[in-house]
Protein backbone atom coordinates (compact mmCIF):
# COMPACT_ATOMS: atom_id res chain seq x y z
CA UNK A 1 0.00 0.00 0.00
CA UNK A 2 0.85 3.83 -0.63
CA UNK A 3 2.33 5.77 2.05
CA UNK A 4 0.02 8.32 2.88
CA UNK A 5 1.03 12.27 2.70
CA UNK A 6 1.78 14.59 5.27
CA UNK A 7 -1.68 16.32 4.68
CA UNK A 8 -4.05 13.04 4.73
CA UNK A 9 -1.88 12.21 8.14
CA UNK A 10 -3.19 15.96 9.44
CA UNK A 11 -6.60 15.55 7.90
CA UNK A 12 -6.56 12.11 9.80
CA UNK A 13 -5.90 13.50 13.10
CA UNK A 14 -8.62 16.26 12.83
CA UNK A 15 -11.17 13.71 12.25
CA UNK A 16 -9.78 11.59 15.66
CA UNK A 17 -10.06 14.54 17.67
CA UNK A 18 -13.55 15.49 16.32
CA UNK A 19 -14.46 11.80 16.90
CA UNK A 20 -13.18 12.31 20.75
CA UNK A 21 -14.55 15.71 21.05
CA UNK A 22 -18.60 13.89 19.80
CA UNK A 23 -17.64 11.35 22.99
CA UNK A 24 -16.77 13.33 25.42
CA UNK A 25 -19.86 15.87 24.75
CA UNK A 26 -22.50 13.29 24.06
CA UNK A 27 -21.27 10.83 26.48
CA UNK A 28 -20.80 8.38 24.03
CA UNK A 29 -18.49 5.33 24.05
CA UNK A 30 -15.70 6.23 21.41
CA UNK A 31 -16.34 2.28 20.31
CA UNK A 32 -19.84 3.10 19.08
CA UNK A 33 -18.69 6.45 17.52
CA UNK A 34 -15.51 4.50 15.34
CA UNK A 35 -18.01 2.00 14.13
CA UNK A 36 -20.27 4.58 12.90
CA UNK A 37 -17.72 6.44 11.19
CA UNK A 38 -16.41 2.98 9.37
CA UNK A 39 -20.23 2.49 8.17
CA UNK A 40 -20.02 5.61 7.00
CA UNK A 41 -16.98 5.74 4.92
CA UNK A 42 -17.89 2.25 3.42
CA UNK A 43 -20.97 3.62 2.01
CA UNK A 44 -19.32 6.61 0.78
CA UNK A 45 -16.29 4.44 -0.77
CA UNK A 46 -19.26 1.85 -2.28
CA UNK A 47 -20.74 5.52 -3.97
CA UNK A 48 -17.23 6.94 -5.27
CA UNK A 49 -16.71 3.53 -7.00
CA UNK A 50 -19.84 2.92 -8.47
CA UNK A 51 -19.89 -0.81 -8.03
CA UNK A 52 -19.97 -4.19 -5.55
CA UNK A 53 -16.56 -4.13 -3.92
CA UNK A 54 -15.61 -4.79 -0.60
CA UNK A 55 -14.50 -2.13 1.31
CA UNK A 56 -12.81 -2.07 4.52
CA UNK A 57 -11.74 0.73 7.21
CA UNK A 58 -8.97 1.11 9.89
CA UNK A 59 -9.14 3.33 12.58
CA UNK A 60 -6.36 3.90 14.92
CA UNK A 61 -7.84 6.28 17.67
CA UNK A 62 -4.50 6.68 19.58
CA UNK A 63 -2.51 7.80 16.20
CA UNK A 64 -5.49 8.94 14.28
CA UNK A 65 -5.01 7.47 11.49
CA UNK A 66 -8.11 6.52 9.17
CA UNK A 67 -7.24 4.45 6.31
CA UNK A 68 -9.42 3.29 3.68
CA UNK A 69 -8.78 0.49 1.54
CA UNK A 70 -10.17 -2.41 -0.96
CA UNK A 71 -9.80 -5.86 0.02
CA UNK A 72 -10.63 -8.95 -2.84
CA UNK A 73 -8.58 -12.21 -3.69
CA UNK A 74 -7.57 -12.88 -6.94
CA UNK A 75 -9.48 -16.01 -9.01
CA UNK A 76 -9.65 -17.25 -12.49
CA UNK A 77 -13.18 -17.18 -12.53
CA UNK A 78 -15.45 -14.68 -10.65
CA UNK A 79 -18.21 -15.95 -9.02
CA UNK A 80 -18.49 -13.18 -6.15
CA UNK A 81 -17.66 -9.95 -7.93
CA UNK A 82 -17.49 -7.98 -4.64
CA UNK A 83 -14.97 -10.27 -2.72
CA UNK A 84 -13.30 -11.49 -6.26
CA UNK A 85 -10.87 -9.81 -8.87
CA UNK A 86 -9.78 -11.50 -11.96
CA UNK A 87 -6.55 -12.32 -12.33
CA UNK A 88 -6.29 -9.97 -15.83
CA UNK A 89 -7.79 -7.07 -13.96
CA UNK A 90 -5.35 -8.43 -10.65
CA UNK A 91 -2.00 -7.92 -12.71
CA UNK A 92 -3.22 -4.45 -13.95
CA UNK A 93 -2.50 -3.47 -10.26
CA UNK A 94 0.13 -5.32 -9.53
CA UNK A 95 1.68 -7.80 -12.19
CA UNK A 96 3.50 -10.06 -9.53
CA UNK A 97 -0.22 -11.35 -8.18
CA UNK A 98 -1.25 -14.74 -8.85
CA UNK A 99 -4.33 -16.71 -8.31
CA UNK A 100 -5.26 -16.89 -4.69
CA UNK A 101 -3.33 -13.84 -3.28
CA UNK A 102 -5.08 -11.13 -2.00
CA UNK A 103 -5.51 -7.59 -3.46
CA UNK A 104 -5.52 -4.19 -1.25
CA UNK A 105 -6.29 -0.95 -2.52
CA UNK A 106 -5.93 2.47 -0.87
CA UNK A 107 -8.69 5.00 -1.15
CA UNK A 108 -8.13 8.51 -0.79
CA UNK A 109 -10.67 9.94 0.79
CA UNK A 110 -10.69 13.16 -0.89
CA UNK A 111 -11.40 11.57 -4.21
CA UNK A 112 -15.02 10.48 -2.66
CA UNK A 113 -16.60 13.81 -3.98
CA UNK A 114 -18.86 16.11 -1.72
CA UNK A 115 -22.13 14.11 -1.84
CA UNK A 116 -20.12 10.90 -0.51
CA UNK A 117 -18.65 12.83 2.20
CA UNK A 118 -21.99 14.37 2.81
CA UNK A 119 -23.61 10.71 3.49
CA UNK A 120 -20.81 10.35 5.65
CA UNK A 121 -21.76 12.86 7.77
CA UNK A 122 -25.30 12.34 7.89
CA UNK A 123 -24.87 8.36 8.78
CA UNK A 124 -22.28 9.50 11.81
CA UNK A 125 -24.47 12.30 12.77
CA UNK A 126 -27.94 10.44 12.74
CA UNK A 127 -26.39 7.14 14.42
CA UNK A 128 -25.01 10.04 17.01
CA UNK A 129 -28.70 10.94 17.93
CA UNK A 130 -29.85 7.64 17.94
CA UNK A 131 -27.11 6.68 20.55
CA UNK A 132 -27.58 9.90 22.72
CA UNK A 133 -31.28 9.39 22.84
CA UNK A 134 -31.01 5.97 23.84
CA UNK A 135 -27.96 6.83 26.64
CA UNK A 136 -30.49 9.69 27.81
CA UNK A 137 -33.81 7.00 28.07
CA UNK A 138 -32.01 4.66 30.03
CA UNK A 139 -30.38 7.20 32.31
CA UNK A 140 -33.24 8.86 33.50
CA UNK A 141 -35.62 5.60 33.51
CA UNK A 142 -33.30 4.50 36.57
CA UNK A 143 -33.84 7.81 38.41
CA UNK A 144 -37.65 8.25 38.68
CA UNK A 145 -38.53 9.24 41.82
CA UNK A 146 -35.30 11.52 42.02
CA UNK A 147 -34.70 15.31 42.67
CA UNK A 148 -33.34 17.21 39.59
CA UNK A 149 -32.90 21.30 39.17
CA UNK A 150 -33.06 22.87 35.73
CA UNK A 151 -34.18 26.29 34.70
CA UNK A 152 -36.95 27.26 32.46
CA UNK A 153 -36.97 27.06 28.75
CA UNK A 154 -40.27 27.76 27.95
CA UNK A 155 -43.84 28.13 28.69
CA UNK A 156 -46.38 26.63 25.87
CA UNK A 157 -50.14 26.85 27.24
CA UNK A 158 -49.65 26.29 31.03
CA UNK A 159 -46.99 23.62 30.31
CA UNK A 160 -43.47 24.00 31.59
CA UNK A 161 -40.57 23.30 29.20
CA UNK A 162 -37.47 22.77 31.67
CA UNK A 163 -33.65 22.77 30.16
CA UNK A 164 -31.90 19.66 32.54
CA UNK A 165 -28.64 20.26 30.58
CA UNK A 166 -28.19 17.13 28.75
CA UNK A 167 -31.79 16.63 27.85
CA UNK A 168 -35.18 18.71 28.37
CA UNK A 169 -38.01 17.84 31.08
CA UNK A 170 -41.62 18.71 31.07
CA UNK A 171 -43.52 19.75 33.84
CA UNK A 172 -47.11 19.72 32.64
CA UNK A 173 -49.83 22.37 34.07
CA UNK A 174 -51.59 19.64 36.12
CA UNK A 175 -47.91 18.70 37.55
CA UNK A 176 -47.40 22.53 38.82
CA UNK A 177 -48.65 23.99 42.85
CA UNK A 178 -51.36 26.45 41.48
CA UNK A 179 -49.97 29.62 43.49
CA UNK A 180 -46.95 29.09 41.49
CA UNK A 181 -45.98 31.25 38.37
CA UNK A 182 -42.56 31.15 36.35
CA UNK A 183 -40.99 33.37 33.65
CA UNK A 184 -38.50 32.03 31.26
CA UNK A 185 -34.78 31.70 32.92
CA UNK A 186 -36.21 30.96 36.19
CA UNK A 187 -34.37 28.61 38.25
CA UNK A 188 -37.15 25.16 39.24
CA UNK A 189 -37.13 21.74 40.91
CA UNK A 190 -39.34 18.92 40.33
CA UNK A 191 -39.13 15.21 40.95
CA UNK A 192 -38.64 13.21 37.79
CA UNK A 193 -42.21 10.80 37.43
CA UNK A 194 -42.37 9.43 34.35
CA UNK A 195 -39.91 9.03 31.14
CA UNK A 196 -41.42 8.19 27.65
CA UNK A 197 -39.46 7.06 24.68
CA UNK A 198 -41.39 8.89 21.96
CA UNK A 199 -40.02 8.71 18.36
CA UNK A 200 -38.44 12.51 18.55
CA UNK A 201 -36.55 11.07 21.91
CA UNK A 202 -37.22 10.27 24.99
CA UNK A 203 -39.37 12.76 27.16
CA UNK A 204 -38.73 13.57 30.95
CA UNK A 205 -41.73 14.09 33.10
CA UNK A 206 -41.42 15.82 36.42
CA UNK A 207 -44.09 17.15 38.77
CA UNK A 208 -43.86 19.81 41.85
CA UNK A 209 -47.33 17.85 43.07
CA UNK A 210 -46.06 14.66 43.89
CA UNK A 211 -45.99 13.28 47.22
CA UNK A 212 -42.15 11.78 46.56
CA UNK A 213 -41.35 15.67 45.56
CA UNK A 214 -41.95 16.57 49.26
CA UNK A 215 -40.01 13.30 50.57
CA UNK A 216 -37.14 14.48 48.19
CA UNK A 217 -36.69 18.06 49.77
CA UNK A 218 -36.59 16.43 52.98
CA UNK A 219 -33.96 14.17 52.24
CA UNK A 220 -32.00 17.07 51.52
CA UNK A 221 -32.73 19.35 54.39
CA UNK A 222 -32.65 16.64 56.71
CA UNK A 223 -29.38 14.57 57.07
CA UNK A 224 -30.85 12.27 59.23
CA UNK A 225 -33.19 11.69 56.54
CA UNK A 226 -30.61 11.13 53.72
CA UNK A 227 -28.31 8.79 56.02
CA UNK A 228 -31.61 6.89 56.83
CA UNK A 229 -31.63 7.25 60.41
CA UNK A 230 -34.87 8.89 60.43
CA UNK A 231 -36.80 7.02 57.53
CA UNK A 232 -40.23 8.32 56.05
CA UNK A 233 -42.94 5.84 56.00
CA UNK A 234 -46.07 8.14 54.05
CA UNK A 235 -46.44 10.95 52.46
CA UNK A 236 -49.70 12.88 51.64
CA UNK A 237 -50.41 16.28 50.04
CA UNK A 238 -53.08 19.00 48.96
CA UNK A 239 -50.45 20.79 46.56
CA UNK A 240 -49.87 23.84 47.53
CA UNK A 241 -52.06 24.60 50.67
CA UNK A 242 -51.19 21.20 53.38
CA UNK A 243 -50.13 18.24 53.68
CA UNK A 244 -49.06 15.59 56.25
CA UNK A 245 -45.80 13.43 56.20
CA UNK A 246 -45.02 10.50 58.63
CA UNK A 247 -41.57 9.68 59.71
CA UNK A 248 -40.08 6.73 62.12
CA UNK A 249 -36.68 6.26 63.46
CA UNK A 250 -34.89 3.13 64.75
CA UNK A 251 -32.57 4.94 67.09
CA UNK A 252 -34.88 5.50 69.96
CA UNK A 253 -31.78 8.39 71.18
CA UNK A 254 -33.32 10.42 67.89
CA UNK A 255 -36.75 12.26 67.80
CA UNK A 256 -37.35 11.56 64.05
CA UNK A 257 -39.97 14.73 64.25
CA UNK A 258 -37.74 17.50 65.93
CA UNK A 259 -34.87 16.24 63.50
CA UNK A 260 -37.23 16.96 60.55
CA UNK A 261 -38.15 20.40 62.43
CA UNK A 262 -34.67 21.63 62.49
CA UNK A 263 -33.38 23.99 65.11
CA UNK A 264 -35.88 26.72 65.08
CA UNK A 265 -37.64 25.23 62.27
CA UNK A 266 -35.00 26.13 59.99
CA UNK A 267 -35.50 22.84 57.95
CA UNK A 268 -39.03 22.96 57.97
CA UNK A 269 -39.38 26.72 57.07
CA UNK A 270 -37.08 26.01 53.61
CA UNK A 271 -39.28 23.30 52.36
CA UNK A 272 -42.44 25.56 52.99
CA UNK A 273 -40.22 28.51 51.24
CA UNK A 274 -40.37 25.82 48.29
CA UNK A 275 -43.64 24.64 48.22
CA UNK A 276 -45.27 27.98 47.88
CA UNK A 277 -45.99 28.30 51.97
CA UNK A 278 -47.61 25.18 51.40
CA UNK A 279 -48.46 23.95 55.20
CA UNK A 280 -46.67 20.64 56.60
CA UNK A 281 -47.63 18.50 59.64
CA UNK A 282 -44.99 16.13 60.72
CA UNK A 283 -46.30 13.02 62.43
CA UNK A 284 -44.59 10.57 64.40
CA UNK A 285 -45.49 7.02 62.83
CA UNK A 286 -47.23 4.59 65.14
CA UNK A 287 -48.70 1.16 64.33
CA UNK A 288 -51.60 1.51 67.13
CA UNK A 289 -54.62 3.34 65.13
CA UNK A 290 -55.77 4.90 68.23
CA UNK A 291 -52.64 6.61 68.76
CA UNK A 292 -51.84 7.58 64.86
CA UNK A 293 -55.23 9.01 64.71
CA UNK A 294 -54.65 11.18 67.96
CA UNK A 295 -51.06 12.58 65.79
CA UNK A 296 -52.96 12.56 62.36
CA UNK A 297 -55.63 15.10 63.97
CA UNK A 298 -53.42 16.85 66.63
CA UNK A 299 -53.51 19.86 67.85
CA UNK A 300 -57.33 18.56 68.01
CA UNK A 301 -58.18 17.02 70.94
CA UNK A 302 -59.65 13.14 69.79
CA UNK A 303 -62.02 11.71 73.08
CA UNK A 304 -62.52 8.40 71.02
CA UNK A 305 -61.63 5.95 68.24
CA UNK A 306 -63.99 3.41 67.24
CA UNK A 307 -63.10 1.02 64.15
CA UNK A 308 -66.22 0.26 62.62
CA UNK A 309 -65.18 -1.85 60.18
CA UNK A 310 -61.66 -2.70 58.29
CA UNK A 311 -61.94 0.06 56.13
CA UNK A 312 -63.73 2.52 58.42
CA UNK A 313 -63.42 4.07 61.40
CA UNK A 314 -65.79 6.80 63.72
CA UNK A 315 -63.73 9.39 65.89
CA UNK A 316 -65.44 11.53 68.36
CA UNK A 317 -63.32 15.06 68.71
CA UNK A 318 -63.83 18.06 71.13
CA UNK A 319 -66.91 19.80 70.42
CA UNK A 320 -64.49 23.01 70.10
CA UNK A 321 -62.19 21.42 67.83
CA UNK A 322 -64.39 19.78 65.25
CA UNK A 323 -63.74 22.84 62.75
CA UNK A 324 -60.58 22.32 62.87
CA UNK A 325 -60.21 18.68 62.94
CA UNK A 326 -61.91 18.76 59.73
CA UNK A 327 -60.22 21.54 58.23
CA UNK A 328 -61.07 24.24 55.32
CA UNK A 329 -63.46 22.51 52.92
CA UNK A 330 -62.91 19.20 54.64
CA UNK A 331 -59.39 19.18 53.44
CA UNK A 332 -57.54 18.26 56.91
CA UNK A 333 -59.85 14.96 56.92
CA UNK A 334 -59.17 14.01 53.53
CA UNK A 335 -55.70 14.02 54.20
CA UNK A 336 -56.14 12.10 57.57
CA UNK A 337 -58.28 9.71 55.74
CA UNK A 338 -55.18 9.00 53.69
CA UNK A 339 -52.51 8.74 55.83
CA UNK A 340 -54.44 6.06 57.53
CA UNK A 341 -55.78 4.16 54.44
CA UNK A 342 -59.69 4.35 56.03
CA UNK A 343 -62.71 5.95 55.47
CA UNK A 344 -63.06 8.60 58.84
CA UNK A 345 -66.74 9.72 60.05
CA UNK A 346 -66.21 12.79 62.96
CA UNK A 347 -68.79 13.94 65.12
CA UNK A 348 -68.10 16.23 68.00
CA UNK A 349 -68.29 14.56 71.91
CA UNK A 350 -71.60 17.21 72.77
CA UNK A 351 -73.14 16.32 69.35
CA UNK A 352 -72.80 12.27 69.69
CA UNK A 353 -73.90 12.68 73.08
CA UNK A 354 -77.27 14.29 72.22
CA UNK A 355 -77.94 11.55 69.76
CA UNK A 356 -80.50 8.83 70.94
CA UNK A 357 -78.79 5.11 72.33
CA UNK A 358 -80.59 3.67 68.64
CA UNK A 359 -78.59 6.67 66.63
CA UNK A 360 -75.43 6.09 68.68
CA UNK A 361 -75.17 2.43 67.97
CA UNK A 362 -75.92 2.88 64.53
CA UNK A 363 -73.47 5.11 63.65
CA UNK A 364 -71.00 2.95 65.45
CA UNK A 365 -71.84 0.36 63.12
CA UNK A 366 -71.56 2.27 59.97
CA UNK A 367 -74.82 3.66 59.85
CA UNK A 368 -75.94 7.54 59.62
CA UNK A 369 -77.78 8.83 62.12
CA UNK A 370 -80.96 9.46 59.76
CA UNK A 371 -80.67 5.33 59.07
CA UNK A 372 -80.53 5.07 63.05
CA UNK A 373 -83.76 7.33 63.43
CA UNK A 374 -85.32 5.47 60.50
CA UNK A 375 -84.90 2.05 61.99
CA UNK A 376 -86.14 2.82 65.24
CA UNK A 377 -89.27 3.87 63.40
CA UNK A 378 -89.50 0.95 61.46
CA UNK A 379 -88.86 -1.08 64.56
CA UNK A 380 -91.95 0.67 66.64
CA UNK A 381 -95.59 -1.54 66.79
CA UNK A 382 -98.61 -0.36 65.15
CA UNK A 383 -101.45 0.79 66.91
CA UNK A 384 -102.97 -2.62 66.43
CA UNK A 385 -100.32 -4.24 68.17
CA UNK A 386 -98.91 -5.52 64.98
CA UNK A 387 -95.69 -5.62 63.86
CA UNK A 388 -94.61 -4.67 59.90
CA UNK A 389 -93.60 -7.93 60.30
CA UNK A 390 -97.04 -9.36 61.03
CA UNK A 391 -98.80 -7.62 58.43
CA UNK A 392 -96.39 -8.41 55.34
CA UNK A 393 -97.20 -12.11 56.26
CA UNK A 394 -100.98 -11.90 56.08
CA UNK A 395 -102.49 -12.20 52.28
CA UNK A 396 -102.16 -9.10 50.47
CA UNK A 397 -105.57 -9.38 49.12
CA UNK A 398 -107.51 -8.96 52.32
CA UNK A 399 -107.65 -4.94 51.56
CA UNK A 400 -110.31 -3.21 54.27
CA UNK A 401 -112.47 -0.53 52.29
CA UNK A 402 -114.26 1.76 54.55
CA UNK A 403 -117.83 2.81 53.47
CA UNK A 404 -118.67 6.46 53.60
CA UNK A 405 -122.08 6.74 55.85
CA UNK A 406 -124.34 8.22 53.94
CA UNK A 407 -124.65 11.18 56.34
CA UNK A 408 -121.13 11.97 55.77
CA UNK A 409 -121.42 13.56 52.77
CA UNK A 410 -119.03 16.50 52.13
CA UNK A 411 -120.24 18.82 53.28
CA UNK A 412 -120.61 16.93 56.96
CA UNK A 413 -117.20 16.00 56.85
CA UNK A 414 -115.90 20.24 56.23
CA UNK A 415 -118.52 21.12 58.77
CA UNK A 416 -117.50 18.70 61.17
CA UNK A 417 -113.72 20.04 60.35
CA UNK A 418 -114.34 23.84 61.28
CA UNK A 419 -116.18 22.43 64.45
CA UNK A 420 -113.26 20.66 65.66
CA UNK A 421 -110.70 23.24 64.80
CA UNK A 422 -112.92 26.16 66.77
CA UNK A 423 -112.90 23.95 69.96
CA UNK A 424 -108.88 23.53 69.97
CA UNK A 425 -106.99 25.90 72.00
CA UNK A 426 -104.96 28.23 70.39
CA UNK A 427 -102.00 29.55 72.49
CA UNK A 428 -100.02 32.69 72.11
CA UNK A 429 -96.42 33.15 73.18
CA UNK A 430 -95.87 36.93 73.07
CA UNK A 431 -92.04 35.96 73.18
CA UNK A 432 -92.76 33.84 69.60
CA UNK A 433 -94.90 37.08 68.21
CA UNK A 434 -94.17 36.81 64.54
CA UNK A 435 -92.75 40.30 62.99
CA UNK A 436 -94.93 43.06 63.28
CA UNK A 437 -97.03 42.19 66.13
CA UNK A 438 -98.32 38.84 64.80
CA UNK A 439 -98.70 35.96 67.18
CA UNK A 440 -97.63 32.92 65.81
CA UNK A 441 -100.80 29.90 66.60
CA UNK A 442 -100.28 26.23 67.32
CA UNK A 443 -97.03 26.33 69.60
CA UNK A 444 -96.72 25.45 72.93
CA UNK A 445 -95.49 28.19 75.51
CA UNK A 446 -92.42 28.20 76.59
CA UNK A 447 -91.68 26.99 80.63
CA UNK A 448 -89.41 29.62 82.66
CA UNK A 449 -90.34 32.69 80.78
CA UNK A 450 -88.28 34.31 77.84
CA UNK A 451 -84.96 32.72 76.98
CA UNK A 452 -82.06 35.07 77.75
CA UNK A 453 -79.99 33.48 74.90
CA UNK A 454 -82.63 34.49 72.15
Not at 82 to 104: F, H, N, Q, R, Y
Amino acid sequence: MKAKSKNENVKALDIAAALSSVTKEKSISMDLVSDTLRDALVTAAKRYLGKPTNVEVKVDKEKGIIEVYTRQTVVETIVDPEKEISVEEAKKADPELEIGDELMQELDIDRFGRTAIQTAKQVIVQRVREAEREKVFADYSERKGELVTGTVQQIDKGNILVNLGRTEALLPFKEQIRKERYRQGDPIRGCIVEVKNNPKGPQVVISRTAPEFLARLFELEVPEIFDKTVKIVKVVRDPGFRSKIAVTTSDDRVDPVGACVGMRGNRVQAIVRELSNERIDIINWTEELSLLVRRVFSPAEVKRVVPVSEKKIVVIIREDDLAQAIGKEGQNIRLASKMIEKDIDVYGDEEFAAFTEEERTAILAGLPPKAAAEESRDAAPAESGETDEVRDTEAPEAVVETEIEPESSLEALVENAVENESESEIVIDPDKAAPGGEAIAGEEPVEGGVDEEA
